[in-house]
């Protein structure tokens, strides 16, 4: 009986600072959330053309456009700072084009906002024909690429490249189809999606 309550707590402390481990990441995500949420501000960028009576709207997506996030952003902006709202089932274009700050390739994919940011980027995207060519390879510098979709999903998303460790990286910022929202909007400010 002893021998056994001294494996259990035994067993306890050696889990303990795997869970002390991975809490900072997840408190950290918290207190962004909150911060952004007091911080969010919308902004009418002119990378944004909306059609109204058409319902669709353009997006001009310059990936690694400056040092910004070490060159792993979209249009400057990474780690979620960024979040694009569309009105949903609104009909969505983007000519995507990856600058090149940084020398690396860089793709664009609409995916699922999840807990722990994933590796690279997989198929299928949330919305059919959200992503670009070369997902997982990279647009090259200098590259693009046209994405056409609708947004035909209610949630928050994530417009993440691709490339392996990119997203972990920061490159990746938020997309919300709203069923709500009347008009696109822009709002900048960290983590503005959750
Ligand atoms: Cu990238």
């Known amino acids: 009986m ?16 795997i869970a002390s481990v991975s809490a900072p990441s997840h408190v950290m995500s918290k207190k962004h ?8 501000t919308s902004i ?4 944004m053309k909306i059609d ?5 709207v353009h997006f001009d997506i310059k990936m690694a456009e400056n040092a910004n996030n070490g060159t792993l952003n979209f249009n400057g902006y990474g780690h979620g700072d960024l979040t694009i709202t569309v009105p949903l089932n609104w009909k969505v274009s983007m000519d995507v084009v990856n600058i090149g700050q940084g020398s690396i390739p860089h793709s664009l994919e609409i995916v699922p906002v999840t807990e722990s940011i994933p590796n690279q980027g997989s198929d299928p ?3 059919d024909g ?3 060519v070369e997902l997982i390879n ?3 510098i200098g590259k693009s690429d046209k ?9 928050h998303y994530w417009m993440f490249c691709g490339v392996p460790n990119h997203g972990i990286g920061g490159m990746y910022d938020g997309f919300v189809v709203s069923a709500t929202a009347t008009v696109p909007t822009v709002r900048i400010g960290a983590h503005a999606t959750k």
Do not use: Q
């Open 33 to 40: 959330a909150i911060k952004a949420k007091a911080a969010a």
């Open 44 to 47: 009418s960028p002119t990378w």
């Open 52 to 56: 109204a009576a058409n319902k669709s």
């Open 2 to 17: 002893t021998r056994i309550t001294l494996a259990t707590i035994a067993a306890i402390v050696a889990l303990a600072p």
């Open 130 to 132: 959200a992503e670009t």
């Open 147 to 155: 994405v056409d979709f609708t947004a035909d999903k209610e949630g």
């Open 138 to 140: 990279g647009l090259g």
């Open 125 to 127: 995207p949330v919305f």
